[in-house]
């Protein structure tokens, strides 16, 4: 078969146009790299992306992120839906989220915990959905000049010390970097020998849209049954766990309108009749994540570096969260700005997070199971829930409001994200990192520190000023990923701050001295 090559060397080519590819994608473009995305659907649109099926919960982190890329304001979703998952009350008696079906209400979260969550913070909690994300992304891609060919399926690759050879068919492309969000089932992870550790499944899950002939015989809601889970979020839209150790999901069987009823019918007790089946998908608990995310100049992102269930939508955020980590990270490695280890810091930073939300899926399934045990402990962990510290434990946990990395500093706010001051203009700190610059923040208006700034040229931004509530900082240095690399109270250690500065950015000096001498991407 006669290859087709393309003569342009990109930056970087991301397998993946899902949320997680497209926001990686505008990182990179944001920071000045070429970027190409390579999309095995043609058509973008899909049933199972858009409501209800797309119902996605943002965390903290995630909401921090698209806000602080002036991306938030694009989202309309959440301002003319409530939850489906959720039923109309308002107030202090409102669903707030749950944790293995077990709903925690507004009213019982102690927000005043969250002590670093200013009055101009944004909201720890939004409903999207993912035809909604990737429509913002793939624009916003666009615009900053990314490439984006559907319809092209990466179908292997081949590196070098110096590019990465990718195929799709009868095509080839050549960039100095591969990144794969390309799913669970992700070409780039298998082709490019990592390692996928975890365990297996418990059940099958189905998500379906069916024509009920006798939709009373089912309740609303999300109903625990001695033989599984069903959800209904809107008439005819169901969500079922089927405690089979994901036997139907591994084969090769049909998803057949008789199977799907015999699967309800047992589960809800029921004898309830289908008449139709328009849609209709499956999915398990299988708990996986790559022992590395990194293979020379392949790197993964999203789901192709973890999986796992999907109760409690963590799914999305986590791999967003990768994109925002990696996104600075690699752009500076290609623009050789980056100081030696900074691209390892994705793996270190964002593995440990990754087994975090693993490990909270795999408890969610723990005690959801149809056995006395597990209903035992489902019982306790309702107790719990209902109370009010356990209500705002576990929103604090879903939401990503303690989400952080573990950083050398003194300070405690620092490896934690930015607190959104405000300027008595009123001004936030999101709203300065539109361009994706590190930000030096100076509420004293420190000469020395502006100085400092000045030696990492377009790197760091230095912003002066008093805020609104400081919080009892005078001084941080903000990532261009929204994260405190350090930070002082009354007194500066300026030994600290240079070492965070060089951690993270490259001065002007170092990057002068190396020009001209050969590339080397570490």
């Known amino acids: 078969m006669k290859v087709t090559q393309s003569h342009t060397i990109y930056d970087a080519i991301i397998s993946g146009a899902g949320p997680v590819g497209l926001f990686l994608s505008c990182e990179l473009a944001l920071a000045g790299c070429s970027v190409l995305v390579l999309e095995k659907a043609e058509n973008p649109q899909s049933p199972l992306k858009h409501l209800p099926f797309g119902i996605r919960g943002l965390s903290a982190p995630t909401i921090e992120a698209l806000y602080r890329r002036g991306l938030l304001n694009e989202l309309e979703i959440h301002k003319r839906l409530k939850n489906p998952h959720q039923n109309a009350v308002q107030g202090p008696d ?15 979260i102690n927000t005043s915990q969250w002590t670093y969550r200013l009055p101009s913070s944004t909201d720890a909690s939004l409903i999207s959905e993912m035809g909604e994300l990737e429509s913002i992304l793939s624009r916003r891609a666009t615009i900053l000049g990314v490439e984006i060919k559907r319809g092209l399926a990466i179908t292997g690759f081949h590196q070098t010390p110096e590019e990465v050879i990718v195929y799709s068919g009868d095509q080839s492309f050549k960039s100095k970097w591969l990144v794969g969000c390309d799913g669970a089932r992700s070409v780039v992870r298998k082709t490019g020998g990592f390692e996928f550790a975890g365990t297996e499944p418990e059940f099958t899950g ?73 849609t209709a998908t499956t999915w398990t608990d299988r708990a996986r994540q790559a022992t590395t995310y990194r293979n020379g100049r392949v790197l ?19 791999g967003l969260g990768d ?200």
């Open 323 to 522: 994109a925002m980590n990696l996104g600075w990270k690699l752009a500076a490695t290609i623009r050789e700005k980056a100081p030696e280890g900074l691209l390892d810091s994705y793996f270190t930073e964002r593995h440990p997070i990754g087994a975090q939300v693993l490990d909270w899926s795999r408890a969610q399934v723990a005690i959801m199971k149809p056995d006395p045990s597990a209903q035992a402990l489902y019982a306790i962990f309702r107790d719990l829930i209902n109370t009010r510290d356990g209500a705002t434990y576990m929103a604090a946990r879903v939401w990503g409001i303690f989400t952080h990395y573990n950083l050398s500093g003194v300070h405690p706010l620092t490896g934690h994200s930015v607190p959104n001051f405000e300027f008595p203009d009123g001004t936030t700190i999101g709203e300065l990192m539109h361009d994706g610059q590190g930000i030096l923040l100076d509420f004293d208006g420190n000469s020395s520190l502006k100085t400092l700034a000045g030696e990492y040229g377009d790197q760091i931004r230095y912003v002066s000023g008093p805020a609104k509530d400081q919080l009892g900082v005078s001084a941080a240095l903000i990532r261009p990923d929204g994260i405190i690399a350090w930070a002082a109270g009354n007194n500066t250690d300026y030994n600290e701050l240079q070492k965070a500065a060089d951690r993270w950015f490259t001065r002007n000096s170092v990057i002068k001295k190396a020009e001209g001498q050969p590339s080397y991407y570490k």
């Open 300 to 318: 993964l992102a999203g789901d192709a570096a973890h999986i796992h269930s999907p109760l409690g939508g963590q799914g999305l955020n986590l």
């Open 94 to 108: 409102r669903q707030a989220g749950h944790f293995a079906g077990i709903p925690f209400l507004e009213g019982n």
């Open 206 to 278: 189905y998500s379906v849209q069916v024509d009920i002939a006798d939709p009373g015989k089912l309740k609303p809601g999300r109903n625990i049954t001695p033989r599984g889970m069903y959800l209904q979020s809107q008439p005819g839209y169901l969500a079922i766990q089927d405690f089979d150790g994901g036997a139907f999901h591994g084969s090769d069987q049909p998803i057949t309108l008789e199977h799907v009823q015999e699967v309800l019918r047992r589960i809800s007790g029921t004898d309830v009749t289908l008449n139709a089946l328009h």
